[in-house]
């Protein structure tokens, strides 16, 4: 199984930037498909930015233009920037790996936006 683990939350203020990143264990990081998923308080757990083996990236709606996933297959790691960040972009977000099907997922970091 795949080890997932996330660095960058914290507080911002509205209009600020902040920059996540997951570090994955294992020898196949190149070939997974990488994404960040959040969960806020009371609601679903929600797609934010997926990346593929060959940098294809797939964004919500609500974060398109502000953020920002790239990965680094030599250092096995996916980054997400974060800029003109909004209160409701509060949330935990996780980091996600998908090889052929299995999941796994991080333990999360908190972003908190809010003045």
């Known amino acids: 199984q795949v080890q997932l683990v996330e660095s960058g939350g914290g507080l911002v203020q509205p209009g600020g930037s902040l920059r996540l990143s997951c570090v994955a264990s294992?020898?196949?990081?190149?070939?997974?498909?990488m994404g960040w998923y959040r969960q806020a308080p009371g609601k679903q757990r929600e797609l934010v930015a997926t990346?593929?083996?060959?940098?294809?990236?797939n964004y919500a709606d609500s974060v398109k233009g502000r953020f920002t996933i790239s990965r680094d297959n030599a250092k096995n790691t996916v980054l997400l920037q974060m800029n003109s960040l909004k209160p409701e972009d509060t949330a935990v977000y996780y980091c996600?790996?998908?090889?052929?099907?299995?999941?796994?997922w991080g333990q999360g970091t908190q972003v908190t936006v809010s003045s």
């Open positions: 294992g020898t196949f990081f190149s070939i997974t498909v």
């Open positions: 990346i593929s083996s060959d940098s294809y990236t």
């Open positions: 996600n790996s998908n090889l052929h099907g299995v999941g796994s």
